[in-house]
């Protein structure tokens, strides 16, 4: 399965960005994960396939992830984002249906997407 993640930007703060995530297969857990400068990628977000979600305490509130079956797509939606939002954002998918909050789950990962946002 190949994931190609796309939606980054540069982004006052306050504002949103949309991520999107398309997968060349069926995937069932898939998770988002960041990584700042000089820090370790961490978890931010995950859905199952039966849509139940988890997030970070950090994102809470605003940011929402979903997903499409029909498209094999998940999406991030990221609103009211701070400075220190500010990382490459990855995508990544596991075949089975793991704690979404590992990174050790995830069978697949995608390339990384730049998100800035400035203050």
């Known amino acids: 399965v190949q994931l190609q993640a796309s939606g980054g930007g540069l982004v006052q703060a306050g504002g949103s960005l949309r991520l999107a995530c398309a997968a060349s297969g069926r995937t069932f857990t898939m998770g988002w994960f960041r990584q700042a400068p000089g820090k370790e990628r961490r978890f931010v977000a995950g859905i199952r396939w039966n849509g139940i979600t988890s997030y970070v305490d950090s994102v809470k509130g605003r940011f929402t992830t979903s997903r499409d079956h029909a498209k094999n797509t998940v999406y991030l939606q990221m609103n009211s984002l701070k400075p220190e939002d500010t990382a490459v954002y990855y995508c990544?998918?596991?075949?089975?249906?793991?704690?979404?909050?590992?990174?050790?789950?995830?069978?697949?990962w995608g390339q990384g997407t730049l998100v800035t946002v400035s203050s």
């Open positions: 990544a998918a596991a075949r089975g249906s793991p704690n979404p909050t590992y990174s050790r789950n995830y069978d697949y």
